[in-house]
């Protein structure tokens, strides 16, 4: 049976790409969550004029009533879900700076990144309980790993309240990872795509959003013995 996916943040980047890759190369039905409908439209276009099977949600992951929306969509629609991909996210610092960024700057951060992903799993949990092989992936980043930012290199690189977010996130999957460790049919796991060009890497970024998607889809179509409860980047391992 055609396996379905909801992907958030899904009209550009590394949402847009993941659902490509899935459905282009593992026939998946994907569902692109968008939260302007004209950005989410044309996605789902740009993949349908490519033989794709790709439908656009209304999807705000900050906002209750579109989040609850999305997931009443997907099950009037399809009655179950195999795949969710946390990948909505924003970094709005630019620079290292720490002291002086602002406690709005950082409820934004965490309304996206953490909170958004929160709500987004929860209203979708029981549908993922009907797939055969439910896969949770969140678009963690290497800057979200407490362990690699304490290296005296990375000290530029981090970004104060988008690396906490994502360490957060980071819990987040391992909690509920562990809640469903009991049933082997659970995947859930957070991805470090790699540093990608899309409007948050930047151009100089070092992968193509291609590229940085590998890790994502990787996770998202595990088998029944693939890991759970872990942070990868492709098949790598990253410390917490
Ligand atoms: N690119 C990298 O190098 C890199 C590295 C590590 C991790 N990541 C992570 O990978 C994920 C995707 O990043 P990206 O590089 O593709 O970023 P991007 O190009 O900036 O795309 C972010 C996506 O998230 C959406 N979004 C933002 N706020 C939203 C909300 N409230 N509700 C729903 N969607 C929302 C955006 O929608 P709009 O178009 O409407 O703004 C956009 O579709 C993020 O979680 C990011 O932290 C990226």
């Given amino acids: 049976m055609t396996k ?57 992951v900050t906002d209750e009533d579109s989040v609850a929306k999305a997931a009443r969509f997907v099950s009037q629609q399809y009655g ?39 709500a987004l799993t929860n209203a979708i949990l029981p549908l993922l309980e009907k797939s055969d092989a439910p896969r949770v992936v969140n678009l963690s980043a290497i800057l979200g790993s407490i362990s690699e930012i304490s290296r005296p290199q990375m000290k530029t690189w981090i970004r104060a309240s988008y690396s906490a977010s994502k360490a957060a996130l980071n819990a987040f999957t391992v909690a509920l990872a562990q809640e469903k460790s009991g049933d082997a049919k659970w995947k859930i796991n957070a991805a470090h795509p790699g540093w990608a060009k899309t409007e948050m890497g930047g151009p100089q970024a070092l992968m ?33």
């Fill in 4 to 60: 379905i996916a909801l992907i958030s943040g899904a009209n550009r980047g590394l949402g847009l790409e993941t659902a490509r890759q899935l459905a282009r190369d593992y026939g998946f039905t994907v569902l692109l969550g968008a939260r302007d409908e004209a950005k989410g439209v044309a996605a789902q276009n740009e993949l349908q004029s490519e033989g794709l099977d790709a439908h656009f949600v209304a999807l705000d």
């Fill in 80 to 118: 179950l879900l195999d795949v969710l991909v946390n990948n909505a996210g924003i970094m709005l610092e630019h620079s290292f700076k720490v002291g002086g960024v602002g406690v709005e700057t950082w409820k934004q951060t965490f309304d996206v990144n953490l909170f958004g992903a929160v």
């Fill in 208 to 240: 193509t959003a291609a590229q940085g998607v590998k890790t994502v889809v990787q996770l998202a179509t595990l088998g029944e013995d693939g890991p759970s409860g872990g942070f990868f980047h492709v098949s790598k391992t990253i410390s917490w």
